[in-house]
């Protein structure tokens, strides 16, 4: 009974000073609603991301040229460039009697250069891959064809487009028969890719690139001879790690490695991508939820202010409240259960605008052709809550002891 007197004197108190009761509370209805945002929104992300490497195929190995540990990034994630992968090497990989376990395999090399045609022209990536690129990727030809065994060795200058290449290129023309400007060179379109299904990020980098014969893109457009990844893909999830120890073994005996330690290469799978991911989206999610509850500070720091101002307005009560007997823990309970309901009416209307925006957001990314889902736990939601109430607990704390250490002579004399 005593609580609920005291939450409506709360109330009352809050609606005494109408604005300054909303300006305290809003750091802490923003606050609440970036946790409540953020984890509602790095959950759908790391869902959406997570289930597009899925979606590419759980049974893929790559090879990536320069040795790391299986969970940490590559050396080519940090801009180290390495060349000890080559095409020999893919030849040996793919060679049908070596890894039985091995359905296809490809080679890529991978930048980005201006292509042309007439006057349109589009920056984009322009991939060198073996014709093996798509059996591994599982893309479909939508237009013409993709270049054979035979053209991706011979210089063949001939270009597969994505999707949005082709478009931004050609507009409604067929671009099958005509020529692309990339460098100095000029490369006849034979194909055109269908479009990745929509609603991803990690398939829309296809739509958006020029294919050419590996050794083309090497020699032509590059200057190179070494690969940047070569991509494998197994017959059977359940075969993967044999693969991976054969593809070590083959690769150490070109390469003349005799100790494992001293690997010039490094092999992952789907399984050790998805995992990677997982963690850096967590990474970067708990870091902007910690920067977005800085703004609870404020709305703390906020409703100690209030309750500071409320003790020496109300001195005189205090006063009053202990000259009839009221104890040092009633007052200090009385301005505590203040803080807390202004925190908490702060926390509600910040769970909900955290649920309007994440709504928003759901209904916005869906247009634009993403699967993606509203993902709200209640754990976000509890989360929510329990801030609020420890915001209000922990600013409240000061003024609370502040108001009950007030002496009633001299409160009864304050004017």
Same mark, same amino acid.
């Given at each position: 009974?005593?609580?609920?007197?005291?939450?409506?004197?709360?109330?009352?108190?809050?609606?005494?000073?109408?604005?300054?009761?909303?300006?305290?509370?809003?750091?802490?209805?923003?606050?609440?609603?970036?946790?409540?945002?953020?984890?509602?929104?790095?959950?759908?992300? *790391?869902?959406?991301?997570?289930?597009?490497?899925?979606?590419? !195929?759980?049974?893929?190995?790559?090879?990536?040229?320069?040795?790391?540990?299986?969970?940490?990034?590559?050396?080519?994630?940090?801009?180290?460039?390495?060349?000890?992968?080559?095409?020999?090497?893919? /030849?040996?990989?793919?060679?049908?009697?070596?890894?039985? /376990?091995?359905?296809?395999?490809?080679?890529?090399?991978?930048?980005?250069k201006t292509v042309t045609f007439l006057k349109n022209e589009a920056t984009v990536s322009v991939d060198g891959v073996t014709a093996s690129y798509k059996d591994v990727e599982n893309v479909e030809v939508e237009k013409g064809r993709?270049?054979?065994?035979? /053209?991706?060795?011979?210089?063949?200058?001939?270009?597969?487009?994505?999707?949005?290449?082709?478009?931004?290129?050609?507009?409604? =023309?067929?671009?099958?028969?005509?020529?692309?400007?990339?460098?100095?060179?000029?490369?006849?379109?034979?194909?055109?890719?269908?479009?990745?299904?929509?609603?991803?990020?990690?398939?829309?980098? *296809?739509?958006?690139?020029?294919?050419?014969?590996?050794?083309?893109?090497?020699?032509?457009?590059?200057?190179?001879?070494?690969?940047?990844?070569?991509?494998?893909?197994?017959?059977?999830?359940?075969?993967?790690?044999?693969?991976?120890?054969?593809?070590?073994?083959?690769?150490? *005996?070109?390469?003349?490695?005799?100790?494992?330690?001293?690997?010039?290469?490094?092999?992952?799978?789907?399984?050790?991508?998805?995992?990677?991911?997982?963690?850096?989206?967590?990474?970067?999610?708990?870091?902007?939820?910690?920067?977005?509850?800085?703004?609870?500070?404020?709305? !703390?720091?906020?409703?100690?202010?209030?309750?500071?101002?409320?003790?020496?307005?109300?001195?005189?009560?205090?006063?009053?409240?202990?000259?009839?007997?009221?104890?040092?823990?009633? #007052?200090?309970?009385?301005?505590?259960? /203040?803080?807390?309901?202004?925190?908490?009416?702060?926390?509600?209307?910040? #769970?909900?605008? !955290?649920?309007?925006?994440?709504? #928003? =957001?759901?209904?916005?990314?869906?247009?634009?052709?993403?699967?993606?889902?509203?993902?709200?736990?209640?754990?976000?939601?509890?989360?929510?809550?329990?801030?609020?109430?420890?915001?209000?607990?922990?600013?409240?704390?000061?003024?609370?002891?502040?108001?009950?250490?007030?002496?009633?002579?001299?409160?009864?004399?304050?004017?």
């Open positions: 009974m005593r609580f609920l007197i005291s939450i409506k004197i709360s109330i009352r108190n809050l609606l005494s000073s109408k604005l300054r009761s909303f300006l305290t509370i809003l750091g802490i209805i923003i606050g609440v609603a970036a946790v409540v945002v953020i984890f509602a929104i790095g959950r759908s992300a *790391q869902k959406l991301i997570v289930d597009q490497i899925q979606g590419i !195929g759980s049974n893929l190995i790559a090879v990536i040229p320069g040795d790391s540990q299986e969970d940490g990034p590559p050396p080519i994630a940090f801009g180290i460039l390495i060349k000890t992968l080559t095409y020999e090497d893919l /030849e040996a990989l793919r060679h049908k009697n070596r890894i039985s /376990e091995i359905e296809s395999a490809a080679g890529y090399v991978i930048g980005t993709f270049f054979n065994r035979n /053209e991706e060795r011979n210089l063949s200058k001939i270009a597969v487009l994505g999707s949005s290449v082709a478009k931004d290129l050609f507009g409604d =023309v067929n671009p099958l028969g005509r020529k692309i400007k990339i460098k100095n060179h000029k490369f006849e379109v034979v194909g055109v890719l269908k479009p990745r299904s929509a609603g991803g990020f990690t398939s829309s980098g *296809q739509d958006e690139t020029v294919f050419l014969p590996l050794k083309s893109a090497q020699k032509l457009v590059y200057g190179i001879d070494h690969l940047f990844v070569i991509r494998m893909k197994a017959k059977d999830p359940a075969l993967i790690k044999p693969a991976k120890q054969k593809i070590s073994q083959i690769l150490r *005996q070109r390469h003349d490695i005799k100790d494992p330690a001293k690997d010039d290469f490094s092999l992952r799978d789907q399984a050790s991508v998805i995992g990677l991911v997982t963690d850096v989206t967590d990474v970067i999610r708990y870091f902007l939820l910690v920067v977005g509850s800085l703004s609870l500070l404020v709305g !703390g720091v906020g409703i100690m202010n209030i309750m500071l101002i409320a003790v020496s307005q109300r001195v005189r009560e205090v006063g009053l409240r202990k000259a009839l007997g009221a104890r040092n823990i009633d #007052i200090a309970s009385q301005f505590l259960v /203040e803080s807390v309901t202004v925190s908490l009416i702060g926390g509600v209307a910040g #769970i909900i605008l !955290g649920l309007l925006i994440s709504l #928003i =957001v759901y209904l916005i990314i869906n247009a634009l052709g993403y699967d993606w889902s509203f993902n709200i736990s209640f754990t976000s939601i509890g989360v929510g809550f329990l801030i609020s109430i420890g915001v209000g607990v922990i600013f409240g704390m000061y003024p609370a002891k502040k108001a009950s250490r007030i002496s009633p002579m001299e409160a009864l004399r304050y004017e």
